[in-house]
């Protein structure tokens, strides 16, 4: 095969470009072509050596795969059919309603975000989903944060044209954030630290609930996306999906592998902060939204990350002879991943625009 002939797929991954050439027949390496399912139940066992179990395969999800299915998880199925009746109610309103709590309105880049409005990839339009995103804050008494600051503005936008969106949102909030927790718990099992090894890092953790709404692409190719090839600055993430298949993972063959909704599951992945501290043992694995179902998409990722302050290392099981210590600041890395997405919140003022990169070639140009 000439270089010339030679497929790439692009993306930005922990914040940088990059591209992976596409691997077929005896080119291919040994990488996954589906997704784990994984049975959690066993997280909610007194048992500590049922803890281990499931914590022993998701470890095995995160090193091969970055990506795993989490079933029997105790979210109450009613707690999620009634979030996403209030999501659809959400992007249901006239667009000036959604456009009161417009993100650039607010200073911890939080609330709704209308169609095309980020371009993690692609020269075309930009992504197609419009976005509603609310997280920790000590200030909100939902939050039930020990120590709130004594003044502070508030990091979340609530819509007035629809109150009671806050309370079912928080609602979803309080519940994934309980899951979360304990899956926190299971990646210490995994990487052989002690059950609450990252307690301390995850006291008021930084959180995001992102509802999301793919309409359906009118074109089928991939420069018309849902949301581009990308990894998650996060420890992890937690999507639920409702009935349209639009999620795709990429293998290290730069295989799309698709991640269908499957009922009563999450689909959880690992981030860049995980992957970080575990010096790339946990793998951060991109991917895409591709919505070509025809049909309306909604999803939630649930977005969980250290406490702000928290700095990060890589854990003593992870640790290799010779490593630097990283020491990166968990707020000011997540900060800067936010605002480089979003280019026009007013914080940016005065930056020039970033590079775009087009999915379909790699030809790079300054984003529009
Ligand atoms: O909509 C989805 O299924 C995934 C969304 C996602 O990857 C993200 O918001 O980071
Ligand atoms: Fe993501």
């Known amino acids: 095969m000439t270089v010339s002939e030679q497929e790439y797929v692009y993306y930005h991954a922990g914040g940088l470009r990059g591209s992976r050439p596409v691997l077929r027949g005896s080119a291919a390496k040994e990488t996954f072509?589906?997704?784990p399912i994984i049975d959690v139940s066993g997280l909610f066992s007194t048992?500590?050596?049922?803890?281990?179990?499931v914590a022993t395969k998701i470890g095995k999800a995160c090193r091969e795969v970055g990506f795993f299915y989490a079933e029997n998880h105790d979210i109450p199925d009613a707690v999620i059919e009634e979030t996403f009746k209030t999501v659809k109610k959400f992007f249901a309103m006239p667009q000036e309603d959604k456009m009161e709590v417009h993100l650039h309105k607010n200073a911890a880049l939080r609330g709704y975000e209308p169609l095309f409005e980020t371009k993690m990839e692609g020269i075309g339009r930009g992504d197609m989903k419009e976005a509603f995103s609310m997280g920790d804050d000590p200030c909100e008494p939902e939050q039930n944060s020990s120590t709130p600051p004594p003044s502070s503005a508030p990091q979340n936008s609530w819509p007035k044209a629809y109150p009671s969106f806050r309370p079912?949102?928080?609602?979803?909030?309080?519940?994934?954030?309980a899951f979360a927790?304990?899956?926190m718990q299971a990646f210490a099992l995994a990487l052989d630290l002690p059950e609450h090894y990252f307690d301390e890092a995850?006291?008021?953790?930084?959180?995001g609930v992102r509802i999301l709404h793919y309409p359906p692409q009118e074109r089928?190719?991939?420069?018309?996306?849902?949301l581009g090839a990308h990894t998650d600055y996060t420890f992890f993430t937690l999507v639920?999906?409702?009935?349209?298949?639009?999620?795709?993972v990429l293998n290290a063959n730069g295989i799309w592998i698709d991640a269908p909704p499957k009922p009563r599951t999450y689909?959880?992945?690992?981030?860049?902060f995980l992957s970080l501290i575990t010096n790339g043992t946990f793998k951060s694995t991109v991917h895409r939204v591709l919505n070509r179902s025809g049909e309306e998409r909604y999803s939630i990722p649930f977005f969980f990350s250290p406490n702000k302050e928290a700095t990060l290392d890589v854990v003593p099981t992870c640790k290799k002879e010779g490593d630097v210590e990283k020491g990166v600041n968990a707020g000011q890395y997540y900060m800067e991943r936010l605002r480089a997405a979003r280019w026009k919140h007013p914080s940016n003022e005065g930056k020039p625009a970033p590079e775009v990169q087009d999915i379909a070639t790699g030809e790079v140009r300054v984003g529009a």
Request: a negative charge; charged letters at 30%.
């Open 33 to 35: 072509d589906s997704i």
């Open 47 to 53: 048992d500590i050596e049922k803890r281990k179990d």
């Open 168 to 177: 079912k949102v928080y609602d979803y909030y309080i519940h994934v954030l």
């Open 181 to 183: 927790r304990k899956l």
């Open 202 to 207: 995850t006291s008021f953790p930084m959180v």
């Open 220 to 226: 089928h190719e991939a420069t018309d996306i849902g």
């Open 240 to 248: 639920q999906q409702e009935s349209v298949a639009a999620l795709q």
């Open 267 to 272: 689909v959880v992945n690992v981030g860049d």
